[in-house]
């Protein structure tokens, strides 16, 4: 039935009422994996940081690492769960090229963590709360790349394999039902996801970063009638990993959903593929229940035992929480309300924290990372921070820009240079010559180029009108491509007509 065209959002909200169900997946920043002493790190050669247990080779022992164990009750203890005072490890029985143990160890029926609630805040300040069921702990799979045009499974000529990420520490974050969502299902989807990722960040458990897959989103979608109280067949969206693609996987979900359900179809419980370039999915296959993984609790592993001091103790370390904090920084920047709604809808609080933390101003901080850096990001069709612009390098170009040796155009010259790979923005300006031009010599002349070009407007200024010497400007900044240095530029046409500024 995906041949049935979407509905419109619209006629979809109006028709049916969305019930989600989010399951986001941290990857913790611990220094080794999940069962075994092999590193943790990202962007290594493949299949360079790896051992026997990652592999699965015959007699190996896993072993729990005892840090991501805390990480996962700070994690729950932020989430507002419970914890459980006993718990264990299951294996989750399937078959993936991807997981060489032919079953990921993982927890079902004793999580960690459980019978929680997070409260989000939306565009306009209204707070929706979304129930946790439970924080479990568990292990990544490996990553495949499928060779081919469209670097995706379907049409793939072969596919690598890199068993780095296997075995990497893993939280799920599984929510209970969200229902009387409405049309700000796809709204609640985002801020939600946004929110775990604060929570995670500001616990120093996960590096974070969506682009690289440290905070990744599966989406379940269904649709009833309203009033009806029974769901309909849900759809699960895999692995989103940026905040903008959840709102959007969600909102094409609904629509195509919509558009079956009416067309008198039914929907297929599966898996789907969000592509971002056309912001729609394609199916995957067919969703298991529990059932079909055959769990079964893991016999080389010991239960884990908390004590009610242990979590405590982990409950006192936990930072300011996410609301708090937001709270905190838009008084301290100064910034309106409607400004820091923005910042928030844009995911980029925690860069302009860094920035103004570096020694740039809120204002300069949101002033780049609102405006240039996300006209970029827009144009490359990436998040901001997918972009690898430091906190240094904007503080750098404001430096720049302070001290006089460029003006606003040429440091946004400068930056998308900086992206491009060309270096820190003091080698750019350097090695392309973009320092404004402030030489009296040179500015003089080409002042008076312009003048001689407009006599109109030189009379305009003698007679007393100074907004015209703007007029001037412009064709002098066309003579230095961009580098002149204005305010210099205005008095030297005020000097020339014998006038005081």
Same mark, same amino acid.
């Given at each position: 039935?995906?041949?049935?065209?979407?509905?419109?959002?619209?006629?979809?909200?109006?028709?049916?009422?969305?019930?989600?169900?989010?399951?986001?997946?941290?990857?913790?920043?611990?220094?080794?994996?999940?069962?075994?002493?092999?590193?943790?790190?990202?962007?290594?050669?493949?299949?360079?940081?790896?051992?026997?247990?990652?592999?699965?080779?015959?007699?190996?022992?896993?072993?729990?690492?005892?840090?991501?164990?805390?990480?996962?009750?700070?994690?729950?203890?932020?989430?507002?769960?419970?914890?459980?005072?006993?718990?264990?490890?299951?294996?989750?029985?399937?078959?993936?090229?991807?997981?060489?143990?032919?079953?990921?160890?993982?927890?079902?029926?004793?999580?960690?963590?459980?019978?929680?609630?997070?409260?989000?805040?939306?565009?306009?300040?209204?707070?929706?709360?979304?129930?946790?069921?439970?924080?479990?702990?568990?292990?990544?799979?490996?990553?495949?790349?499928?060779?081919?045009?469209?670097?995706?499974?379907?049409?793939?000529?072969?596919?690598?394999?890199?068993?780095?990420?296997?075995?990497?520490?893993?939280?799920?974050?599984?929510?209970?039902?969200?229902?009387?969502?409405?049309?700000?299902?796809?709204?609640?989807?985002?801020?939600?996801?946004?929110?775990?990722?604060?929570?995670?960040?500001?616990?120093?458990?996960?590096?974070?970063?969506?682009?690289?897959?440290?905070?990744?989103?599966?989406?379940?979608?269904?649709?009833?009638?309203?009033?009806?109280?029974?769901?309909?067949?849900?759809?699960?969206?895999?692995?989103?990993?940026?905040?903008?693609?959840?709102?959007?996987?969600?909102?094409?979900?609904?629509?195509?959903?919509?558009?079956?359900? %009416?067309?008198?179809? %039914?929907?297929?419980?599966?898996?789907?593929?969000?592509?971002?370039?056309?912001?729609?999915?394609?199916?995957?296959?067919?969703?298991?229940?529990?059932?079909?993984?055959?769990?079964?609790?893991?016999?080389?592993?010991?239960?884990?035992?908390?004590?009610?001091?242990?979590?405590?103790?982990?409950?006192?370390?936990?930072?300011?929480?996410?609301?708090?904090?937001?709270?905190?920084?838009?008084?301290?920047?100064?910034?309106?309300?409607?400004?820091?709604?923005?910042?928030?809808?844009?995911?980029?609080?925690?860069?302009?924290?860094?920035?103004?933390?570096?020694?740039?101003?809120?204002?300069?901080?949101?002033?780049?990372?609102?405006?240039?850096?996300?006209?970029?990001?827009?144009?490359?069709?990436?998040?901001?921070?997918?972009?690898?612009?430091?906190?240094?390098?904007?503080?750098?170009?404001?430096?720049?820009?302070?001290?006089?040796?460029?003006?606003?155009?040429?440091?946004?010259?400068?930056?998308?240079?900086?992206?491009?790979?060309?270096? %820190?923005?003091?080698?750019?300006?350097?090695?392309?010559?973009?320092?404004?031009?402030?030489?009296?010599?040179?500015?003089?002349?080409?002042?008076?180029?312009?003048?001689?070009?407009?006599?109109?407007?030189?009379?305009?200024?003698?007679?007393?009108?100074?907004?015209?010497?703007?007029?001037?400007?412009?064709?002098?900044?066309?003579?230095?491509?961009?580098?002149?240095?204005?305010?210099?530029?205005?008095?030297?046409?005020?000097?020339?007509?014998?006038?005081?500024?």
């Amino acid at each position: 039935m995906d041949a049935v065209e979407p509905l419109s959002f619209e006629e979809a909200i109006e028709t049916y009422e969305p019930v989600m169900g989010l399951e986001v997946h941290v990857e913790l920043n611990t220094a080794t994996k999940m069962f075994s002493s092999a590193p943790n790190a990202f962007g290594d050669e493949p299949n360079t940081n790896v051992n026997e247990v990652d592999l699965g080779m015959p007699g190996t022992l896993p072993a729990v690492n005892g840090k991501a164990v805390e990480s996962a009750i700070k994690l729950g203890l932020a989430l507002n769960c419970s914890i459980a005072e006993r718990c264990r490890f299951a294996r989750k029985q399937y078959f993936y090229p991807d997981t060489p143990k032919n079953w990921q160890t993982s927890q079902y029926d004793e999580p960690i963590a459980f019978d929680g609630h997070v409260d989000v805040e939306l565009d306009d300040g209204e707070k929706f709360r979304v129930e946790i069921e439970r924080a479990h702990m568990e292990e990544d799979a490996g990553k495949l790349t499928h060779a081919g045009a469209s670097g995706r499974i379907q049409g793939a000529d072969y596919s690598l394999v890199d068993y780095n990420r296997a075995g990497v520490p893993l939280i799920e974050i599984v929510t209970k039902p969200i229902t009387g969502a409405g049309r700000r299902a796809p709204e609640i989807a985002r801020a939600y996801v946004s929110t775990i990722r604060d929570i995670v960040k500001g616990l120093d458990i996960s590096d974070a970063r969506m682009e690289r897959g440290n905070v990744r989103c599966d989406a379940n979608v269904s649709l009833m009638r309203p009033g009806a109280g029974v769901f309909g067949t849900r759809s699960e969206t895999k692995n989103v990993n940026s905040i903008r693609a959840v709102e959007h996987a969600v909102t094409y979900e609904i629509r195509r959903h919509a558009g079956i359900l %009416s067309a008198g179809g %039914s929907i297929v419980q599966e898996t789907r593929h969000w592509k971002e370039d056309t912001r729609t999915t394609s199916s995957g296959r067919i969703k298991s229940d529990a059932d079909d993984y055959r769990y079964f609790p893991e016999p080389d592993l010991v239960p884990i035992v908390t004590t009610k001091e242990w979590v405590e103790s982990l409950r006192a370390e936990l930072p300011e929480p996410p609301a708090q904090r937001r709270r905190r920084l838009r008084e301290a920047w100064g910034y309106s309300e409607a400004e820091f709604r923005d910042v928030i809808a844009a995911g980029l609080l925690d860069q302009i924290e860094e920035t103004v933390s570096h020694g740039a101003s809120p204002a300069v901080a949101r002033k780049w990372w609102m405006g240039e850096i996300s006209r970029l990001a827009n144009a490359r069709e990436v998040e901001p921070a997918g972009l690898g612009v430091e906190s240094a390098t904007i503080v750098e170009l404001n430096e720049l820009i302070q001290a006089g040796s460029i003006n606003d155009k040429i440091a946004r010259q400068v930056l998308e240079h900086h992206v491009d790979g060309e270096g %820190s923005p003091a080698d750019i300006v350097r090695n392309r010559g973009l320092e404004v031009v402030s030489d009296d010599g040179a500015l003089t002349a080409a002042v008076e180029k312009a003048m001689a070009e407009n006599p109109d407007v030189v009379e305009k200024v003698k007679a007393g009108k100074l907004k015209a010497i703007g007029a001037l400007i412009g064709p002098v900044m066309k003579e230095t491509r961009g580098q002149a240095d204005a305010g210099k530029v205005k008095q030297i046409v005020l000097e020339r007509l014998g006038r005081n500024s």
